[in-house]
């Protein structure tokens, strides 16, 4: 089975700084998809971000962008010039092709437990 | 609007009273899948459905029930709710079983079980 790992419970930075959270996974899969998701005190989950693992150019989306390491298995989310608005939950998943999804068990959507990131203004 | 439609949004209910909370989806999506929150646990799966009549389990299915008799809604069923499903649910759906591109999510729906 797959692990996601957030090892930061919560982060604080100043307003305009920039900011890295860090996430590793463990897989025995050679393929697979990894996701940084957003939620606001609104409670929306919001997709941030996604990387496919087969590419090895980092995804970027504006002022996030992340720095994939296939071989040590860590995807961090960098954000950069910090906003108000990106104080909220983000999480990290995992999710394994659909070729090797299998019944009886989760479809290949693993998250990890989360970081608060909190930006002070 | 394309949407993920979650009701209620806020529930309150006593140990042994059965419920359901609504998930409908208006995109045709041919995926659909429960969620629990918990502080410290992220989100964890509870049953997923491939399409109309097809549902699997996830990481935590006990205490749950679903059904998929319709594409657009994909039920949560607690036949006897204890405690311990205190959560924030959410349903998510996807335009089919390879989701790469975006996973849809609800509202969420805060569930108080005393």
């Known amino acids: 089975a797959q692990t996601v790992t957030q090892s930061q419970p919560e982060m604080s930075v100043q307003e305009a700084e920039t900011v890295t959270l860090s996430c590793t996974y463990d897989?025995?899969?050679?393929?697979?998809?990894l996701f940084w998701y957003k939620q606001p005190p609104s409670r929306q989950m919001i997709l941030v971000i996604r990387?496919?693992?087969?590419k090895q150019q980092n995804a970027t989306e504006n002022r996030f962008s992340v720095n994939f390491q296939k071989a040590a298995k860590s995807f961090s989310l960098k954000i950069s010039d910090s906003q108000l608005g990106d104080t909220a939950m983000y999480f990290c998943?995992?999710?394994?092709?659909?070729?090797?999804w299998g019944g009886g068990g989760a479809d290949g959507l693993t998250f990890g437990k989360g970081t608060h990131l909190i930006i002070q203004p | 609007e394309a949407q993920v439609t979650q009701n209620p949004r806020y529930l309150i209910t006593v140990t042994g009273k059965k419920l359901t909370v609504t998930c409908s989806q208006n995109?045709?999506?041919?995926?659909m899948s429960w969620y629990r929150q918990d502080p410290g646990l992220g989100l964890r799966q509870i049953y997923y459905?491939?399409?109309?009549?097809?549902?699997d389990k996830g990481d935590v299915p006990e205490g749950y029930k679903v059904s998929r008799k319709e594409k657009r809604n994909f039920p949560l069923i607690l036949e006897s709710p204890s405690p311990n499903q205190t959560s924030l649910y959410f349903c998510?759906?996807?335009?089919?079983?390879?989701?790469?591109?975006?996973?849809?999510f609800g509202s969420g729906t805060q569930l108080s079980v005393l």
């Open positions: 459905s491939m399409n109309v009549e097809v549902t």
């Open positions: 995109m045709n999506h041919e995926y």
């Open positions: 998943a995992f999710m394994k092709p659909f070729s090797v």
């Open positions: 990387q496919e693992a087969y």
């Open positions: 897989t025995s899969e050679s393929n697979y998809y």
């Open positions: 998510a759906s996807s335009p089919n079983r390879g989701f790469v591109e975006k996973l849809f």
